[in-house]
């Protein structure tokens, strides 16, 4: 009789084990649902649905990887990696020699607990899209947004990634006299999941480098 009630007692915790991970699984399911990039779950037209996170405001436990471009030996990157340290919110730069090095860093990133990566736009090509799939698909089950960044003689038209892997287009060489987005609220509105455009514009001048 012992042996029994035991037997039924392990069966009903598998039971309760299996529904509670169903049960995460769907949690997490529509917290990002299929179509929607991580960090961009609101655009300006949603913000009345916009649910703050938990972690709002925790700006000492944010670090963005800058993932290099191999266009210009990663100086863009560098750059963008100085300003959001001026800001006030650390960040890596991350090298990489080529594509392959590009994916792998983006991979490190995410293992490493980064909470946003950036990507430069010119390490998508027509042949490299799938190749670059599996690692943002990676990112995104992790929940880490990733960000685009514009690269020189490029626009948001000239790469072609569906839009549930990034959460917004990048362009740090915007002039002045555009509407700009500051380092910090750039990185803050993706983190956070705030409302904000899928294009980001921001001018970096010599004094936030």
Known sequence: MMKKHAV??????????LVIALLSAAVFACSVPRKTAVGHSYTLASASQYVPRDD??????????????TRDK???????????EKS????????AKNAQQQREQVRNAVNSYARLIVIPQD?????????WESELSYARSK????????????QLTDFNIPSQYWAAYWDVRASQSEA???????VMCVVEDRPHNSTLLTHISAQEE
Do not use: C, W
């Open 56 to 69: 709002d405001g925790d700006v000492k436990d944010i670090r963005v990887d800058v993932i290099a471009s």
């Open 143 to 154: 929940g880490v947004p990733v960000i685009i960044n514009a690269s020189a003689n490029m």
């Open 88 to 95: 006030g919110i650390r960040a890596t730069y991350r090298a």
């Open 123 to 131: 390490a998508f090509t027509q042949h490299s899209n799938t190749l």
């Open 8 to 17: 039924y007692r392990i069966v009903h915790i598998a039971v309760l084990l």
């Open 74 to 84: 990663g100086s863009q990157a560098q750059r963008i990696a100085r300003s959001i």
């Open 180 to 186: 700009n987005t500051s380092i910090f609220e750039a």
